[in-house]
């Protein structure tokens, strides 16, 4: 893509799954990347693979030293990474607290450290990997769910705030992806993810198209259109259905 050839990037979470998919195809696509994860270990090795530089560290706080390693721009910013943070409402303060740092304010604090820039020059693509369960909900999953809705909210508003001054924003919801997270997401996840899960890589072809036809909207698995339209429609219908999905996890021993 023309719009990615030359592009600075960066991609947090990039440690495997949908993160390292999107640095490997970034690279490849001709973009200048840096990689980002607490752990150094992997990033390094897919640095190495993908001539990449490696910034190691929380993805809150790593902007100033992905603009340096970039030589003073980023372009294109992916808020990739995220946590899995199953539980009920009585999950412990300290999951709910982590779910909300990660999942929400980082990718705050990311567009406070490159909006200033972006707007000074009237560019900049900021890409918000949430889930489909931020369109609509997962099972055994509250602060996950609730958070992910926090991860599109948040999207949406600097969409709709800033796209008439040039800045681009992408929302990545998919269902399941073969990753940890996925593993991570235990007998829920196999009731209602492992079925139609797909290859991180289908996930990154999946914003590429999106970047091409300048679309909010990044679905990995076109059928989640679908399911939020019939969820805005009718509400109390798709309520009682995602009810009906939880009494049969129940039912499985969950």
Not at 202 to 227: N, Q, S
Request: aromatic letters at 6%; one cysteine or more; proline letters at 3%.
């Amino acid at each position: 893509m023309s719009t990615v050839h030359g592009s600075g990037v960066v991609v947090t979470g990039a440690g495997g799954g949908i993160g390292a998919a999107l640095a490997r195809r970034f690279a490849a696509e001709g973009a200048r990347v840096v990689v980002n994860d607490l752990d150094e270990a992997r990033i390094k090795a897919l640095a190495e693979e993908t001539g990449a530089v490696a910034v190691a560290g929380d993805a809150s706080g790593i902007v100033d030293a992905a603009r340096d390693a970039l030589d003073g721009t980023v372009d294109i910013y992916c808020a990739n990474a995220g946590l899995a943070s199953p539980g009920d409402v009585f999950a412990d303060e300290e999951i709910w607290a982590a779910a909300w740092d990660v999942n929400v304010m980082a990718h705050v604090r990311a567009a406070r450290a490159l909006l200033p820039d972006w707007l000074e020059r009237g560019s900049g693509r900021f890409v918000s990997t949430a889930s489909a369960a931020g369109l609509l909900t997962m099972i055994g999953a509250a602060p996950y769910s609730v958070t992910k809705h926090g991860a599109v909210a948040f999207a949406e508003w600097l969409s709709l705030t800033y796209r008439h001054r040039g800045i681009k924003v992408h929302a990545i919801c998919p269902q399941g992806v073969r990753t940890d997270m996925l593993t991570a997401a235990g007998s829920a996840g196999e009731l209602v993810l492992a079925p139609g899960a797909i290859e991180p890589e289908a996930v990154a072809d999946a914003l590429f198209d999106a970047m091409a036809e300048d679309r909010f909207l990044v679905l990995p698995h076109p059928e989640v259109a679908g399911y939020y339209r019939a969820r805005t429609k009718d509400t109390e219908h798709w309520l009682g259905s995602m009810n009906h999905l939880q009494r049969k996890w129940e039912e499985t021993g969950a």
